[in-house]
């Protein structure tokens, strides 16, 4: 079992390893067990041919999300089943936030609803995954 300074501790070593998240610009405003809220902003490098944000970048987005929130209880847990399902188009630089939220947790799985939200409070795009709980423990140090 993690403590809330353990969830943090492992979630910064998460982001420090994690070079794709780096890339994306996000910012870590919230994690503890089974729950994280991110924040990042959408560059030019991120749209694609209609000149709007690629669905990846929101995907991608939504995955840290999950992943910070579900090895926030101390094991190693990696996705097994994620869907998105965009609700509006995310324009180059819109500010997103990504609320990720447990629904169900098991010795072996958990469930997990992320909302993706734009500056002005409309939410964009709205993913569901599951996560695989490994019997391996993160070490904090």
């Known amino acids: 079992m993690s403590t809330p300074e ?8 998460m982001m420090a390893e994690d070079k794709f998240s780096q ?19 959408i560059r030019e490098e991120m749209v ?6 690629h669905g990846g970048i929101a995907f991608s987005f939504a995955d840290s999300a999950l992943a910070f929130a579900s090895n926030a209880y101390g094991r190693l847990s990696v996705a097994l089943e994620c869907s ?26 958990g469930t997990y609803h992320m909302e993706i939200s734009n500056q002005k409070g409309e939410k964009v795009a709205f993913f569901k995954g599951t996560v695989y709980r490994t019997s391996k423990d993160w070490v904090t140090g």
């Open 84 to 109: 998105i399902s965009f609700a509006i188009a995310v324009n180059v630089n819109d500010e997103l936030t990504c609320e990720a939220r447990q629904l169900s947790l098991t010795n072996k799985t």
């Open 23 to 41: 890339w994306l610009g996000i910012n870590v405003i919230l994690a503890e067990e089974g729950r994280s809220v991110l924040k990042m902003k």
């Open 48 to 53: 694609n041919g209609f000149g709007i944000a």
């Open 6 to 13: 353990n969830a943090r501790k492992i979630v910064d070593k």
